[in-house]
């Protein structure tokens, strides 16, 4: 990858001005190398000489200088130039051989498929809806990003498995909520939709008269609903549903974890009710495991879960949840502490979604289903534009532009791009092409899109490692845009075969690097538009 043979050649760099004594020593902070917007710019540019100027007591420009003569005179072959900027930028230009020559990687079928996970084993929880009613739009920002995450740590070479929680415990308040609705004693969660589905179960309620039994039956009922939509509607398809009834309640591990705890004197009561010393954890106050009445609350059927998911030996757990568990995060991660446990363990929140304009025919009341979503748009546009934003900040979905059948939406405009390289290569299949090599890709529109593609293993990487999953969609778009620049500046279809050749094998490997692309976010590569 470019940015770690940059970051290697830096280094060499400093390491002979250390030797020279040009510089003092000094510990090395992490070199960090970016794509800058401008092409003025560079195609890649770092800015450690201003991160190290202080400790080698010169000026940025200086240490930036001195860094670049160490590489400038080694490397010709590498950079068209490399240039110490004010206030001590280095912008590196990659020469037009070096880009060619990257052609040979990029045309691998393996291209993108990284071994950084090294097949260490993941866990990815999302979703995860109330069980009692239909997924609405905020729980689609959730289904995407996990799903997507899932994707890109798979191709960085992790195992990963996806898995929903079921919150269907017949003790939990919800569920005796929605039990008390069923047996016909209240109307907390009535509507339409659950009125149909309480006529489909009435056979099963006939003998029922306990609220937690006949909840945990309607919320079966809505489940399967739930999980039918999200493996054939969202596309979606989980290694686990785990139920909190089946698997912690009936199992008795709730019990066992309240024992574990107890007998480590973690617990003590107070106001009537059994309190976790998760204060001592890194938490600003400890919390009920066992309420007043003698349940356990849903905070101890949590640790009881993770405790089970850690016990499966995964390297990493991480849990994607809405905005409304924002207050979760620090009594779990003091949960964890207090497990003791090795795994590597993340929370990630989503932030709010709303529309931006436009009208849906389908609500319920002031939810947005995400089923009437998916109706409106369709599954590509829908996820795509999730994907665009980071999951930690609020998001409006944008109805009008979602609808828009134009180069204005950008997944029309990817797509297209996809569609337009199928074309071309359908136009070629009666032509004898043969690999002709890439020494002849020298216009700056076939090289802008060759410094498009080398990046996409660094997309792969850096999103694997961050979770910023809005990099896929944006890589995808600026894909799009090198591709139709390269389309309108340079004929495919030559009279010099050999030129025709060059460009061909340019196009089939834009057009591998695409789907796989559109693949991570889950959107439909078309051959024709």
């Known amino acids: 990858m470019i940015k770690q043979l940059l970051k290697e050649k830096i280094k060499e760099s400093l390491s ?38 202080k400790a080698v007591k010169k000026s940025p420009m200086e240490v930036a200088d001195l860094i670049v003569s160490g590489i400038e005179h080694k490397n010709s072959d590498i950079f068209e130039r490399i240039w110490a900027v004010n206030p001590g930028f280095i912008n590196f230009f990659l020469s037009q051989d070096f880009l060619q020559k990257q052609m040979e990687d990029i045309s691998k079928t393996d ?18 809806a109330n069980p009692t009613g239909v997924l609405h739009i905020g729980n689609g920002r959730g289904a995407f990003f996990g799903d997507i995450l899932a994707n890109v740590l798979e191709m960085a070479g992790y195992k990963v498995d996806r898995e929903y929680f079921v919150n269907d415990a017949k003790k939990s308040n919800q ?46 009922e809505i489940q399967k609903e739930n999980k039918d939509f999200i493996e054939k509607k969202l596309k979606i398809k989980f290694d686990k549903w785990f139920s909190e009834e089946q698997e912690l309640f009936k199992t008795k591990k709730v019990e066992k974890i309240f024992q574990w705890l107890n007998s480590r004197g ?5 106001e009537g009710a059994v309190w976790l ?16 009445d003698g349940e356990p609350s849903y905070f101890l059927s949590d640790i009881a879960y993770h405790k089970e998911k850690f016990d499966r030996g995964y390297d990493r757990v991480i849990d994607v949840w809405g905005a409304d568990h924002q207050g979760h995060v620090r ?61 930690g900040t609020q998001m409006e979905f944008d109805l009008d532009l979602a609808k828009e059948q134009s180069e204005k939406n950008p997944v029309y405009y990817i797509q297209y791009a996809h569609a337009r390289i199928c074309s071309i290569l359908g136009k070629v299949k009666e032509a004898k092409y043969k690999n002709q090599g890439y020494k002849f890709l020298s216009h700056e529109s076939e090289l802008g899109l060759i410094k498009q ?77």
């Open 16 to 53: 002979g001005l250390f030797d020279r004594n040009f510089l003092p020593r000094f510990d090395l902070p992490d070199i960090k190398i970016d794509c800058p917007e401008s092409q003025s710019n560079g195609d890649y540019s770092t800015n450690v000489a201003m991160q190290i100027a």
């Open 111 to 128: 291209f993108g498929a990284l071994k950084m996970g090294n097949g260490k084993r993941v866990n990815i929880e999302f979703i995860s």
């Open 175 to 220: 569920i005796q909520e929605l039990g008390k609705t069923a047996l016909g004693r209240g109307e907390t969660y009535l509507n339409e939709d659950l009125k149909s589905k309480i006529d489909k179960i009435k056979s099963k309620l006939k003998n029922i008269s306990s609220e937690g039994e006949a909840g945990n039956i309607l919320c079966q």
């Open 266 to 270: 973690l617990t003590y009561e107070k």
């Open 277 to 292: 010393k998760t204060s001592d954890f890194g938490d600003e106050k400890d919390w009920v495991v066992i309420r007043s």
């Open 331 to 391: 009594k779990m991660k003091a949960a964890s502490k207090i497990l003791e446990d090795k795994t590597e363990f993340e929370i990630l929140i989503s932030q709010l979604v709303r529309l931006k304009s436009g009208k849906m025919s389908k609500r319920t009341g002031e939810i947005v289903a995400l089923k009437g979503l998916i109706d409106e748009v369709g599954l590509d546009v829908a996820r795509f534009f999730y994907s665009t934003k980071a999951l």
């Open 453 to 529: 593609l080398i990046r996409f293993p660094e997309i792969i990487e850096e999103t694997a490692k961050d979770y910023q999953v809005q990099r896929i969609s944006q890589y995808a778009m600026e894909l799009a845009n090198s591709f139709h620049r390269f389309y309108c500046d340079c004929r495919v279809l030559e009279e010099n075969k050999i030129l025709q050749d060059s460009r061909i094998s340019l196009v089939l490997a834009t057009k591998s690097v695409l789907k796989k692309t559109l693949d991570l976010i889950g959107v439909f590569a078309p051959e024709k538009m």
